[in-house]
């Protein structure tokens, strides 16, 4: 480039001089005579040949200042295609060039700024999808994964990116919903129930507008969970109503027809006011579980001995076990521990697992009450020796109104919440409880308690 600068402007001051000699060797030759004349061309030779000398040196200059300003304007365009948006020019001079490079200059300060707010933004805009708690992930118009957020890659595991979608999520409601969105370029929804196993996500898929799709996965599986929680409940209190209810009208109608000196008449009093009773107890035990579950139940955390909860659940049961034939007893390995517990709540916890034995408990044998460390807590534990419990049972055995024999337990008495009390009163206590048991091998029932806690008022944990 500096080259052509330099060899155009000397070509401009030759034409230039040679012109001008011509002109003056024209006007000598015609003026002057000639001794004089030739003189006077030997100075215009040399003349010129200075002159040539200076526009040499002139142009040589020129074309180097010209060159270095120009190799400096291609530079700075060759750095920002490149993506070097703080690349400058700073210009010294305020000449054509100079003023081409402010010009150039303010562009690529606003360029940058441009760029800074953008990565700004796009970084908010990851944080953001990074931070929820649904899956989201964008899929170009072929089929591929643009972008993932965290909580898809650990649902799914690693992702891929520019990789089908396929490979990804497999389900096929899921990649149907994204094909009809990036397809027909509308809102689609689906639900998924293989992307992880054992849960159910709710699937909306967007167009982009360049073609693909975004999806975003909802996890629904507590949802699910809670309304089939809801309509159980719901089915199972109508049930439990229904039926004490149905006696009572029908003994109570047969009464209305009955003399009052039949036989039978104080038998169906009877009759009218154990299901009255029952429904008493039903709706007790539902208020108290609605309680304990909603954190509206305030329990008086204090400091008890492990012996005296196990002594106290002893005495409560002595007399009814004894006139079943079922003898109570206690091993406890962790005499004079303190655990932090709400007294009353705790032994209604013990009476609920002891009352059970009991119910289940073959007349002859014993049922054992127990205490033992275990690590920062102590278990305390209730082993029955009777008919066991089969291995399906035992994760649902604390759902409201879970029974394992339906008709023994209406017949004893039992509403179908004791154990579910017992689950939320232990949970919010910061324990655990478990059910231990094998068929024909007896049922042991464990919870555990912290050891230490500061006496004062703590208000009932929900649970998770």
Same mark, same amino acid.
């Given at each position: 480039?500096?080259?052509?600068?330099?060899?155009?402007?000397?070509?401009?001051?030759?034409?230039?001089?040679?012109?001008?000699?011509?002109?003056?060797?024209?006007?000598?030759?015609?003026? +002057?005579?000639?001794?004089?004349?030739?003189?006077?061309?030997?100075?215009?030779?040399?003349?010129?040949?200075?002159?040539?000398?200076?526009?040499?040196?002139?142009?040589?200059?020129?074309?180097?200042?010209?060159?270095?300003?120009?190799?400096?304007?291609?530079?700075?365009?060759?750095?920002?295609? @490149?993506?070097?948006?703080?690349?400058?020019?700073?210009?010294?001079?305020?000449?054509?060039?100079?003023?081409?490079?402010?010009?150039?200059?303010?562009?690529?300060?606003?360029?940058?700024?441009?760029?800074?707010?953008?990565?700004?933004?796009?970084?908010?805009?990851?944080? +953001? +999808?990074?931070?929820?708690?649904?899956?989201?992930?964008?899929?170009?118009?072929?089929?591929?994964?643009?972008?993932?957020?965290?909580?898809?890659?650990?649902?799914?595991?690693?992702?891929?990116?520019?990789?089908? !979608?396929?490979?990804? !999520?497999?389900?096929?409601?899921?990649?149907?919903?994204?094909?009809?969105?990036?397809?027909?370029? @509308?809102?689609?929804?689906?639900?998924?129930?293989?992307?992880?196993?054992?849960?159910?996500?709710?699937?909306?898929?967007?167009? +982009?507008?360049?073609?693909?799709?975004?999806?975003?996965?909802?996890?629904?599986?507590?949802?699910?969970?809670?309304?089939?929680?809801?309509?159980?409940?719901?089915?199972?209190?109508?049930?439990?109503?229904?039926?004490?209810?149905?006696?009572?009208?029908?003994?109570?109608?047969?009464?209305?027809?009955?003399?009052?000196?039949?036989?039978?008449?104080?038998?169906?009093?009877?009759?009218?006011?154990?299901?009255?009773?029952?429904?008493?107890?039903?709706?007790?035990?539902?208020?108290?579980?609605?309680?304990?579950?909603?954190?509206?139940?305030?329990?008086?955390? @204090?400091?008890?001995?492990?012996?005296?909860?196990?002594?106290?659940?002893?005495?409560?049961?002595?007399?009814?076990?004894?006139?079943?034939?079922?003898?109570?007893?206690?091993?406890?390995?962790?005499?004079?521990?303190?655990?932090?517990?709400?007294?009353?709540?705790?032994?209604?916890?013990?009476?609920?697992?002891?009352?059970?034995?009991?119910?289940?408990?073959?007349?002859?044998?014993?049922?054992?009450?127990?205490?033992?460390?275990?690590?920062?807590?102590?278990?305390?534990? !209730?082993?029955?020796?009777?008919?066991?419990?089969?291995?399906?049972?035992?994760?649902?055995?604390?759902?409201?109104?879970?029974?394992?024999?339906? @008709?023994?337990?209406?017949?004893?008495?039992?509403?179908?919440?004791?154990?579910?009390?017992?689950?939320?009163? !232990?949970?919010?206590?910061?324990?655990?409880?478990?059910?231990?048991?094998?068929?024909?091998?007896?049922?042991?029932?464990?919870?555990?308690?912290?050891?230490?806690?500061?006496?004062?008022?703590?208000?009932?944990?929900?649970?998770?």
């Amino acid at each position: 480039m500096r080259r052509r600068i330099f060899f155009r402007l000397m070509a401009a001051f030759v034409v230039v001089i040679a012109v001008m000699a011509f002109s003056i060797e024209l006007a000598i030759t015609r003026e +002057l005579h000639p001794p004089s004349a030739t003189r006077l061309e030997n100075a215009l030779i040399l003349a010129t040949i200075f002159a040539l000398l200076v526009a040499f040196y002139f142009s040589w200059t020129a074309a180097r200042s010209i060159g270095s300003r120009l190799h400096a304007v291609a530079d700075f365009a060759s750095r920002v295609g @490149a993506g070097d948006l703080t690349a400058r020019l700073n210009a010294a001079s305020l000449d054509e060039i100079g003023k081409i490079a402010v010009v150039l200059d303010e562009m690529a300060t606003a360029l940058e700024a441009r760029f800074q707010e953008l990565r700004t933004s796009s970084r908010q805009l990851e944080t +953001l +999808l990074n931070s929820m708690q649904d899956a989201v992930i964008a899929v170009s118009r072929e089929g591929r994964v643009e972008w993932a957020n965290r909580r898809l890659e650990r649902l799914v595991g690693h992702v891929r990116v520019d990789a089908p !979608v396929v490979e990804t !999520v497999r389900d096929p409601d899921f990649l149907a919903a994204v094909r009809e969105a990036s397809q027909a370029n @509308a809102v689609s929804s689906a639900r998924a129930t293989s992307v992880a196993p054992g849960r159910i996500f709710g699937v909306t898929a967007a167009p +982009l507008p360049d073609g693909g799709a975004v999806a975003v996965l909802r996890d629904l599986t507590e949802t699910e969970r809670a309304e089939k929680t809801r309509r159980d409940f719901i089915a199972n209190v109508s049930h439990e109503l229904r039926t004490p209810l149905t006696s009572i009208q029908g003994y109570a109608e047969t009464l209305l027809d009955a003399s009052p000196a039949s036989n039978d008449y104080r038998e169906f009093l009877e009759i009218i006011r154990k299901n009255a009773s029952r429904m008493a107890r039903l709706t007790e035990d539902l208020l108290t579980l609605a309680r304990v579950e909603s954190g509206e139940q305030n329990f008086e955390i @204090a400091p008890a001995r492990s012996d005296q909860l196990l002594d106290e659940a002893v005495q409560s049961f002595r007399e009814i076990a004894k006139s079943r034939g079922i003898e109570l007893q206690i091993e406890n390995s962790a005499v004079g521990e303190m655990v932090g517990a709400d007294h009353e709540a705790i032994h209604q916890v013990m009476s609920n697992l002891v009352d059970n034995a009991i119910k289940y408990a073959p007349t002859g044998t014993r049922i054992v009450l127990g205490a033992r460390p275990a690590g920062e807590k102590i278990e305390f534990f !209730v082993r029955d020796f009777g008919p066991g419990i089969s291995s399906e049972h035992l994760p649902r055995l604390f759902e409201r109104f879970y029974r394992v024999d339906k @008709a023994r337990s209406r017949e004893s008495g039992g509403t179908g919440l004791g154990l579910a009390i017992a689950k939320h009163i !232990v949970l919010a206590h910061g324990g655990t409880i478990r059910a231990e048991s094998e068929l024909n091998h007896g049922s042991t029932f464990v919870f555990s308690l912290p050891r230490t806690v500061q006496t004062g008022v703590r208000e009932a944990q929900q649970p998770a």
